[in-house]
């Protein structure tokens, strides 16, 4: 059993078997409606992982002494086109504060720190 052993083409009985066993599996996911299941769970897991890391970064900003306490200064991360995620959560409220602004330069991360 060398490798030209798994270049040669399959036979007609292992092609009709791979054929229905790809057939059966994609008519049982169309007909129970687990698309739909699954991809709501994956954005709710995208939102917790959006959010954890969000806080986990200002947590960092904060022990590290980037930034100070102050409510104009925070972390903001891109969730999806047109959401974003900040930390301390108050950023998003206020029209004054940097959000907006990394809003419309549609940013990805943008992290606030002090100047020194």
Same mark, same amino acid.
């Given at each position: #059993?060398g /490798? &030209?052993?798994? /270049?040669? %083409?399959?036979?007609?009985? !292992?092609?009709?078997? !791979?054929?229905?066993?790809? =057939?059966?599996? @994609?008519?049982?996911n169309?007909?129970?409606?687990?698309?739909? =299941?699954?991809?709501?769970?994956?954005?709710? @897991?995208?939102? @917790?992982? +959006?959010? #954890? #890391?969000?806080?986990? /970064?200002?947590? *960092? *900003? /904060?022990?590290?002494?980037?930034a100070? =306490?102050?409510?104009?200064?925070? +972390?903001?991360?891109?969730?999806? $086109?047109?959401? &974003? +995620?900040?930390? %301390?959560?108050?950023?998003i409220? =206020? %029209?004054?504060? &940097?959000?907006?602004? #990394? $809003?419309?330069?549609?940013?990805? +991360?943008?992290?606030?720190? @002090?100047? $020194?």
């Amino acid at each position: #059993m060398g /490798l &030209f052993s798994y /270049l040669k %083409p399959l036979g007609r009985k !292992a092609k009709e078997g !791979a054929a229905t066993t790809t =057939d059966s599996s @994609l008519s049982h996911n169309d007909s129970s409606g687990t698309t739909e =299941d699954l991809s709501q769970a994956a954005g709710e @897991l995208l939102t @917790l992982k +959006v959010d #954890m #890391m969000c806080d986990y /970064l200002r947590q *960092q *900003q /904060l022990q590290r002494r980037w930034a100070s =306490d102050a409510e104009d200064q925070g +972390v903001v991360i891109k969730k999806a $086109r047109g959401e &974003f +995620v900040c930390s %301390p959560g108050e950023l998003i409220h =206020d %029209p004054q504060s &940097f959000v907006h602004e #990394m $809003r419309s330069l549609n940013v990805k +991360v943008c992290i606030t720190s @002090l100047c $020194r």
